[in-house]
Structure formats: structure tokens, C-alpha cells
């Protein structure tokens, strides 16, 4: 079975967000989610809207989406990586490149971001004030 990660926030669900997951899964046959916890957002600079356990809900009702664990710090991916068995890292490229170090232990894909759409343009066009990309 190949096993594929990915991370991030993925506040306000959006189709940007279910376009990723669908195109990381079409590189496996099983992916994880490491969702960034409340806490590890602040060190990111971030406030989301939902909590981690509604975003944690709204992955887990995505077909593409197997198994969702939390993202509680920067450098957990290659613990991540050993602990899961992962066959390939996915990320937007608005990481390329960021992420390299992880290829000795895995597969390193950056997938081209879903263009117009962001956690922070929805949240601006709703007049939410407080930016943050996703
Ligand atoms: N994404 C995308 N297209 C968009 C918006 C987001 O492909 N229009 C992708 C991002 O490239 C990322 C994933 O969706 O791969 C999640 O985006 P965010 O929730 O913004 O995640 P981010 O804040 O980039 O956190 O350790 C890595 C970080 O946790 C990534």
C-alpha cells in the first residue's frame, strides 16, 4: 500500500483545499492529513476560524482523505515520515522547494495551488478583516 502525506490548516474548506487532497491521494493508495493543531497556527502566524476538531471533522469527511493526525511542530515530517511508512510527501507549491530535506526518506511532490482561491481571500471578501493565506 503507498502511503501519502500532507499538511496544513485547511480553514474554511475549500475547493482549493479538496483539489490538493484529491491530486495527493491520485499518488497513493493512502493518505494522511497532519492538520496544524490551534497552537502550532499561532507559531505559523495564523488564527483559524474553526477549531482543530472542526477541521479535523471537515477532513474526515472527504473521501480522499484516510487518516488525520495533528501537526504540532516544524520539524515532526521526518519522524512523521519513518512512524507512517510514507512513500510520498505532498505540498502546494507555494512550498516548492522548502521541504527537499525530506527527500532521502521520501517521495517530495509540490502540486501546482488552485489558482484565486485562499482562506484569506474568503475571509477579506467577507469582510473578516485578520489575512491568513490557506
Ligand atoms: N492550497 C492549494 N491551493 C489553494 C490554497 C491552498 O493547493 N488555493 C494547498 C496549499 O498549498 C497546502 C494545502 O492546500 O498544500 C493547505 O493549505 P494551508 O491550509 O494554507 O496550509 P499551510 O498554511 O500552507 O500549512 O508544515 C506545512 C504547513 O502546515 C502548511
Known sequence: MK??????TFDLLHYGHINILKRAKQHGDFLIVALSTDEFNSLKGKASYFSY???KQLLEAI????????EETWDQKIRDVRKYGI????????WEGKFDFLKPYTEV???????EIST???????????????
Open 109 to 115: 511532490v509540490y502540486l501546482p495551488r488552485t489558482p
Open 63 to 70: 473521501k480522499y482523505v484516510d487518516h488525520v493526525i495533528p
Open 87 to 94: 512513500d510520498c510527501f505532498v505540498m502546494g507549491n507555494d
Open 53 to 55: 476538531e472542526e477541521r
Open 120 to 134: 484569506s481571500k474568503i475571509k477579506n471578501d467577507l469582510g473578516l478583516g485578520f489575512g491568513s493565506a490557506g
Open 3 to 8: 502511503k501519502v502525506i500532507t499538511y496544513g
